[in-house]
């Protein structure tokens, strides 16, 4: 009957836009890609993986969080994502660290909290080792978020949508120029969150405000501030059953269901502010400023191992496990960043383009204590009824992380050819104390990152080859059975060799070769150390075209990723890296119906190959398949969308992530439709 409604206000949506008057918009020409790269080059000239999605893009294929762009690029997988809870996703199989490999405006903060998206013009993803972009970072790729910048015009868009149950979201998007040298944009929504997982009705909430002022045509100021609060009870995974993967569980079930289960809510404040000042025509400074305060509950009936028959990586073989009460409240992060470049071209037979600088971050977690209490035995089909227990015996670990880098990145253009060079100088200092003033660590360190390429354009294409390094760190987890708990692991160095072709005319198209060397850390409690490497070997290709009424997309990735050395569990070498796999597809086919001007209809695919579930490989995840299907129809100043997610009500395993040393199944979502409306004044 929800489908009738939808379908009916579709229609009805329709017939009001007819009667509309025409408006003609005027989108910003002066919107430029970000730098965050370190090259002023058009990112289809760079001879880097990247990827950027507008807010067109994310709107239309229904991404409301960053673990949604999944659908899009078939290098993107889940990694741990949950509802009610901040994201966490993987790049060509490695996952991405919420400490170090996300920025905002090309500064870093913390993704370990709920991030809107409405007041974001696009997301930016770097597929690789990203080292020198980021200093200690994950080998799998970078994100930056770009915030929507006033525009000349005067622009107002009004947004609704629907899904199924109550879930509704409403935002303002209001774009004033106030005179010649300062414009404002303002940006507020409101979302109702109740999907279709049980016992998950929330609410999310966003204020954001950005400032651009020109004193003259040689400098000027940008400024930006966005508050956000979520709150929302999550979602724990299913798990092994005993030595069994169980068939796919229900989908809406919630094993965080008892009576005292409370929601996480997250909330922040983040704001930049930057200021540019050209030098000539040739050289221009900037001088980049950020700040993050994140404040955090993180609340749940936590399903964690089988004590009866003493094994903690899964659930019982009778579908029992042991129910923790945790809670971690009043959690805060704060991130400190500062950013100073100067960047130029030197003309001549050689061009020269050049950007250097100084970056300076600090971050800092202050906990409290936690509650991680046993309170009884739960079970798979969500029936059983347990006691509180919200004691904060354990506890946390404070820790504050410091970075000061200086780096050059400069390129070299000759004729067709071009050579890229960066590098990256690094000092770091980690320090940690638990909350009760034991287990106090602290190291500094010194590094330098390199990276180098070659490209040389032919007429409608770019080839390139490039070598990278990247370093992480560690802290051994604070909770459970581990030695040296909230202590840093000694850091790891990843190398990356890629070799790749970009096709930039009517035809857009992409293919490269990579593989990656990265240090592997091994979670099993209670160790916690690293043991040998995991060689990964990939290849991805990508296509988008326009044909007559058709536009379609096809989206490719290949990998195998398999550990190699390894002494403490010698017996996992040559075996598949858990929650990987083997292959992702993704493709969509978009047809514009003749005669009726506006009315497109689109079909989505969604593939992923198996995945190892344990390290020994002896436990697979099937792979699955999804469909979706949309019709849209823009008239004058009014967008309308209707989609339904996963048409065949398809029953399978998502993903298979490790927290903490224990095996999850998390299910794909069931059939869910969703309606969207977009006005523009």
Same mark, same amino acid.
């Given at each position: &009957? &929800?489908?009738?409604? *939808?379908?009916?206000?579709?229609?009805?949506?329709?017939? +009001?836009?007819?009667?509309?008057?025409?408006?003609?918009?005027?989108?910003?020409?002066?919107?430029?890609?970000?730098?965050?790269?370190?090259?002023?080059?058009?990112?289809?000239? *760079?001879?880097?993986? *990247?990827?950027?999605?507008?807010?067109?893009?994310?709107?239309? +294929?229904?991404?409301?969080?960053?673990?949604?762009?999944?659908?899009?690029?078939?290098?993107?997988?889940?990694?741990?994502?949950? %509802?009610?809870?901040?994201?966490?996703?993987?790049?060509?199989?490695?996952?991405?660290?919420?400490?170090?490999? @996300?920025?905002?405006?090309?500064?870093?903060?913390?993704?370990?909290?709920?991030?809107?998206?409405?007041?974001?013009?696009?997301?930016?993803?770097?597929?690789?080792?990203?080292?020198?972009?980021?200093?200690?970072?994950?080998?799998?790729?970078?994100?930056?978020?770009?915030?929507?910048?006033?525009?000349?015009?005067?622009?107002?868009?009004?947004?609704? !949508?629907?899904?199924?149950?109550?879930?509704?979201?409403?935002?303002? !998007?209001?774009?004033?120029?106030?005179?010649?040298?300062?414009?404002?944009?303002?940006?507020?929504?409101?979302?109702?969150?109740?999907?279709?997982?049980?016992?998950?009705?929330?609410?999310?909430?966003?204020?954001?405000?950005?400032?651009?002022?020109?004193?003259?045509? &040689?400098?000027?100021?940008?400024?930006?501030?966005?508050?956000?609060?979520?709150? #929302?009870?999550?979602?724990?995974?299913?798990?092994?059953?005993?030595?069994?993967?169980?068939?796919?569980?229900?989908? %809406?079930?919630?094993?965080?269901?008892?009576?005292?289960?409370?929601?996480?809510?997250?909330?922040?404040? %983040?704001?930049?502010?930057?200021?540019?000042?050209?030098?000539? !025509?040739?050289?221009?400074?900037?001088?980049?400023?950020? +700040?993050?305060?994140?404040?955090? !509950?993180?609340?749940?009936?936590?399903?964690?191992?089988?004590?009866?028959?003493?094994?903690?990586?899964?659930?019982?073989?009778?579908?029992?496990?042991?129910?923790?009460?945790?809670?971690?409240?009043?959690?805060?992060?704060?991130?400190?960043?500062?950013?100073?470049?100067?960047?130029?071209?030197?003309?001549? %037979?050689?061009?020269?383009?050049?950007?250097?600088?100084?970056?300076?971050?600090?971050?800092?977690?202050? &906990?409290?204590?936690?509650?991680?209490? @046993?309170?009884?035995?739960?079970?798979?089909?969500?029936?059983?009824?347990?006691?509180?227990?919200? #004691?904060?015996?354990?506890?946390?670990?404070?820790?504050?992380?410091?970075?000061?880098?200086?780096? *050059?990145?400069?390129q070299l253009s000759y004729s067709k050819w071009n050579v890229w060079a960066g590098v990256r100088q690094s000092n770091i200092s980690r320090s940690s104390k638990r909350t009760d003033g034991t287990s106090g660590t602290h190291y500094q360190q010194s590094f330098v990152l390199p990276w180098l390429a070659l490209s040389y354009q032919f007429s409608k294409f770019m080839t390139y080859m490039s070598y990278g390094q990247g370093i992480e760190s560690f802290v051994t987890p604070n909770r459970g059975g581990y030695t040296n708990k909230g202590e840093f692991l000694p850091n790891v160095i990843s190398r990356q060799w890629e070799t790749g072709l970009r096709g930039t005319e009517s035809v857009q198209w992409g293919l490269s070769l990579f593989q990656v060397k990265r240090p592997v850390v091994l979670d099993q409690d209670p160790i916690f150390a690293t043991d040998g490497v995991a060689q990964q070997q990939g290849l991805e290709f990508d296509l988008a075209h326009k044909y007559q009424r058709f536009l379609y997309g096809f989206s490719l990735m290949k990998l195998n990723v398999e550990r190699q050395d390894a002494k403490i569990v010698r017996e996992f070498n040559g075996k598949k890296v858990i929650n990987v796999p083997d292959e992702t597809v993704r493709g969509f086919i978009n047809y514009e119906v003749p005669?009726?001007?506006?009315?497109?209809?689109?079909?989505?695919?969604?593939?992923?190959?198996?995945?190892?579930?344990?390290?020994?490989?002896?436990?697979?995840?099937?792979?699955?398949?999804?469909?979706?299907?949309?019709?849209?129809?823009?008239?004058?100043?009014?967008?309308?969308?209707?989609?339904?997610?996963?048409?065949?009500?398809?029953?399978?395993?998502?993903?298979?992530?490790?927290?903490?040393?224990?095996?999850?199944?998390?299910?794909?979502?069931?059939?869910?439709?969703? @309606?969207?409306?977009?006005?523009?004044?």
């Amino acid at each position: &009957m &929800m489908y009738v409604y *939808i379908i009916f206000f579709f229609l009805l949506s329709i017939q +009001a836009a007819e009667n509309l008057e025409e408006i003609q918009v005027t989108e910003d020409q002066a919107t430029q890609l970000s730098d965050f790269t370190g090259f002023t080059t058009p990112l289809s000239k *760079i001879p880097l993986s *990247i990827k950027a999605y507008s807010d067109q893009d994310l709107q239309k +294929a229904q991404v409301k969080r960053l673990s949604d762009i999944t659908t899009l690029d078939a290098s993107v997988t889940d990694s741990y994502n949950s %509802t009610g809870y901040w994201d966490i996703i993987s790049i060509r199989g490695f996952p991405l660290d919420n400490k170090n490999n @996300f920025q905002r405006e090309g500064l870093p903060i913390s993704a370990e909290t709920s991030i809107p998206l409405e007041n974001k013009e696009r997301i930016e993803i770097l597929k690789g080792i990203s080292g020198v972009q980021a200093g200690v970072a994950g080998p799998s790729g970078l994100v930056n978020y770009v915030v929507k910048r006033p525009t000349i015009e005067r622009k107002t868009i009004l947004r609704l !949508d629907l899904s199924e149950r109550q879930n509704v979201l409403g935002a303002i !998007d209001l774009s004033v120029p106030i005179n010649e040298k300062l414009r404002t944009r303002t940006n507020i929504a409101q979302e109702n969150l109740d999907p279709k997982v049980k016992d998950t009705n929330g609410s999310r909430s966003l204020l954001a405000h950005a400032l651009d002022y020109r004193f003259s045509e &040689m400098d000027s100021i940008e400024g930006e501030i966005e508050w956000s609060r979520q709150s #929302q009870p999550s979602v724990p995974g299913y798990g092994l059953l005993g030595n069994k993967l169980p068939h796919p569980l229900d989908p %809406t079930l919630n094993l965080n269901n008892q009576s005292w289960s409370k929601p996480v809510e997250f909330e922040g404040l %983040t704001g930049t502010i930057k200021y540019v000042r050209a030098l000539n !025509d040739y050289w221009r400074t900037d001088v980049l400023l950020g +700040a993050q305060n994140l404040v955090t !509950d993180d609340r749940l009936a936590y399903p964690y191992g089988c004590s009866k028959e003493n094994v903690f990586d899964r659930y019982c073989a009778d579908g029992t496990f042991d129910v923790y009460d945790y809670r971690s409240e009043n959690e805060r992060r704060f991130s400190r960043s500062a950013k100073f470049s100067v960047t130029g071209e030197i003309p001549g %037979t050689v061009i020269q383009n050049l950007n250097f600088g100084a970056w300076s971050h600090s971050y800092q977690e202050k &906990m409290g204590g936690q509650a991680y209490n @046993f309170v009884g035995e739960g079970n798979v089909d969500g029936s059983a009824d347990l006691p509180a227990n919200p #004691q904060k015996n354990d506890p946390g670990t404070n820790r504050l992380a410091r970075n000061l880098d200086f780096f *050059i990145f400069d390129q070299l253009s000759y004729s067709k050819w071009n050579v890229w060079a960066g590098v990256r100088q690094s000092n770091i200092s980690r320090s940690s104390k638990r909350t009760d003033g034991t287990s106090g660590t602290h190291y500094q360190q010194s590094f330098v990152l390199p990276w180098l390429a070659l490209s040389y354009q032919f007429s409608k294409f770019m080839t390139y080859m490039s070598y990278g390094q990247g370093i992480e760190s560690f802290v051994t987890p604070n909770r459970g059975g581990y030695t040296n708990k909230g202590e840093f692991l000694p850091n790891v160095i990843s190398r990356q060799w890629e070799t790749g072709l970009r096709g930039t005319e009517s035809v857009q198209w992409g293919l490269s070769l990579f593989q990656v060397k990265r240090p592997v850390v091994l979670d099993q409690d209670p160790i916690f150390a690293t043991d040998g490497v995991a060689q990964q070997q990939g290849l991805e290709f990508d296509l988008a075209h326009k044909y007559q009424r058709f536009l379609y997309g096809f989206s490719l990735m290949k990998l195998n990723v398999e550990r190699q050395d390894a002494k403490i569990v010698r017996e996992f070498n040559g075996k598949k890296v858990i929650n990987v796999p083997d292959e992702t597809v993704r493709g969509f086919i978009n047809y514009e119906v003749p005669k009726i001007n506006g009315l497109n209809l689109e079909l989505r695919l969604i593939h992923e190959g198996r995945r190892a579930v344990v390290s020994d490989n002896s436990i697979m995840l099937p792979d699955w398949t999804r469909w979706d299907i949309g019709i849209s129809y823009l008239r004058k100043q009014m967008l309308l969308r209707f989609y339904v997610e996963n048409i065949g009500n398809k029953r399978y395993w998502r993903e298979s992530p490790t927290q903490y040393g224990h095996v999850y199944l998390f299910p794909g979502a069931v059939q869910t439709a969703n @309606f969207n409306i977009v006005y523009t004044l």
